[in-house]
């Protein structure tokens, strides 16, 4: 699989000044005549990384003007993990004893600006905000108090989901995980704390979700352990917050905004296949 190797490599490699760090940092993923490079954001000007941050890149020493580039999904992982009904608003009923979990394919990440396609054949697509970690170190079988050194940084998600699909289909990969569903940025932020971090999602303008990652059922820490009782995590990958209140459809030419604190607004363009 790609970047494998690396990503292990990297893992046992990454000190604590990046996965787990206080250290408050901003990271993209960018595109200039055709060439898609990594870098790290410092007011308006982008330092050309050699790697991705939590793979141990370091400054080139080019820089570029961000209004120069295009913003790519600041994230390039493997595995990208969701959680399902995480948030009590967005439920009915009595919580789970265990987090929700399902994977969806990386192909279906999309960044900044980039448009989210309602596919022809479904017609009762929903908006979610999310928060979104990203892995900082291969995590295998970690503790829960362990589990923040694992994690390198924060973004926002908005996870588009095919609800008549999600209802019809015996698993939620096609409704929850096909081409341009998740779109994820603009930046990678590290410094945070993603346990306690105000979601803000918008529709054409008007707030539609909100609801702050301390409210979680089960917050990222347990979520990066239990993760890694089942699976191994490797540098890069995604763990996803869930999603909270009453979503609604989005329909063609909708434009869903969703601010995670700390991280700039990620704008996600709808648009209907075949329109």
Sequence with gaps: MKHSLNKIVAGLMVSGALAGSAQAAEFVRYEQNGTVSWGELVDSTIHQL????????????????ESAVTLKAPVDPELVVMTALNFRSHI?????????LFIVPASSIIGPNENMVIPVDSNNFHYEAEAVVV???????????D?????????AGNDGSARDWQSADLQWTRAKGSKTFNAVGPTL??????NNVQIEGRLNGEVRQG???????????????YISRYFVLEPGDLVWSGTMNVT????????????????????????????
């Design 248 to 275: 609604r459809q989005l329909n063609h030419g909708d434009v869903y905004e969703v601010e995670v604190e700390g991280v700039p607004v990620l704008r996600t363009p709808v648009v209907k296949a075949g329109m």
């Design 135 to 145: 892995i900082g170190k291969r995590a295998d079988n970690v503790s829960v108090e």
């Design 189 to 194: 932020v590290t410094g945070l704390d993603p």
């Design 211 to 225: 609801e702050n990652t301390s409210d979680m059922l089960f917050n990222f820490d347990y979520m990066v352990s």
């Design 147 to 155: 589990a923040s050194d694992y994690i390198f940084g924060l973004t």
């Design 92 to 100: 009915t009923g009595e919580p789970a004893e265990y987090p929700g």
């Design 50 to 65: 050699t790697d991705a941050p939590y793979l141990g890149g370091t400054r080139t020493g080019t820089t570029v003007a």
